[in-house]
């Protein structure tokens, strides 16, 4: 059966239609991946045979701005773990971005989850290349570099609660293509188990410092240089915390530690929130 995906903007859509009498609306229900029309009745809108959501059940869902409804065999639920954190999709005109407690973890900001991660890809990823991807979240950069010609892309995140939400997520689909290798774990754990010289780019995007220290240290930066091949590349996602010590801003620390770690190239990033670097 398929899976569809309502949220507060295509609940709207579905009640102005019925508002107007009109007997079909054409709305995404997968996420703005695509758009296709759908029947309408005066007791709500139709999906299918088995999936029929009520007014008061459309009306319910535009209050909740912040969340998507997954609909399927006739349920529906919303996309989101509660079982450690809270974990959930939110819309976006494009692609979803993930949020947990509260904090965003894409740049959203006048873009798009997708395409940020995208041109974070582009940061470091050519042609052929074998790509590390660590903190992986949602899978948007590991995609983005299969789409850039990576002839193999390594895909590392912890949180089972993330890996979850983005099996479910239509966007994240591709991470199922050759190409991409899943792994679920710590990336400063994992590395170390990693040989020398074995990748050509490295995605970092990690959480943020107060959640995991380690995966900003001069060691672990360290370990990405011993993995990356000579005139390898890195884009390290970093956020803006407003984190200041002594006039030297948390970026400037990053740059001081990637450059003892051994990279040269350090440059800020400003539009993406993150530094670029090479071995």
């Not at 019925?18 to 009745?41: H, P, Q, T, Y």
């Not at 809270?86 to 740049?107: D, N």
């Not at 990637?258 to 670097?277: C, N, Q, T």
Request: glycine share 8%.
């Amino acid at each position: 059966m398929p899976d569809y995906y309502l949220h507060s903007i295509n609940a709207r859509q579905a009640l102005d239609a019925i508002a107007k009498g009109l007997s079909c609306v054409r709305l995404s229900a997968d996420l703005n991946l695509s758009e296709r029309g759908f029947s309408l009745s005066d007791q709500g809108l139709v999906l299918d045979e088995d999936n029929r959501i009520s007014i008061d059940e459309l009306k319910r869902i535009v209050k909740k701005t912040q969340r998507i409804y997954l609909c399927r065999d006739g349920d529906m639920v919303p996309l989101e773990d509660r079982s450690s954190g809270y974990y959930k999709l939110v819309p976006t005109a494009g692609a979803p971005l993930l949020e947990i407690s509260g904090v965003k973890m894409h740049i959203s900001k006048g873009t798009d989850p997708f395409v940020s991660a995208s041109e974070m890809a582009q940061q470091a990823v050519r042609k052929g290349d074998k790509v590390l991807d660590c903190c992986s979240g949602l899978g948007y950069a590991a995609i983005a570099a299969l789409r850039l010609g990576a002839s193999e892309v390594l895909s590392i995140e912890l949180s089972r609660e993330v890996m979850g939400l983005r099996a479910q997520n239509p966007w994240s689909n591709d991470l199922a293509k050759e190409g991409i290798v899943q792994r679920q774990g710590s990336s400063f754990e994992l590395i170390g188990t990693m040989l020398s010289a074995s990748f050509d780019s490295v995605i970092h995007d990690p959480p943020r410092f107060s959640l995991a220290g380690e995966l900003y240290s001069e060691e672990f930066y360290r370990e990405i240089f011993r993995v990356l091949r000579r005139d390898g590349r890195i884009f390290h996602y970093t956020g803006n915390p407003h984190i200041v010590k002594k006039g030297s801003s948390f970026v400037d620390g990053v740059i001081r530690r990637l450059k003892a770690a051994g990279f040269r190239h350090v440059e800020k990033v400003e539009h993406l929130m993150g530094v670029s670097a090479q071995k």
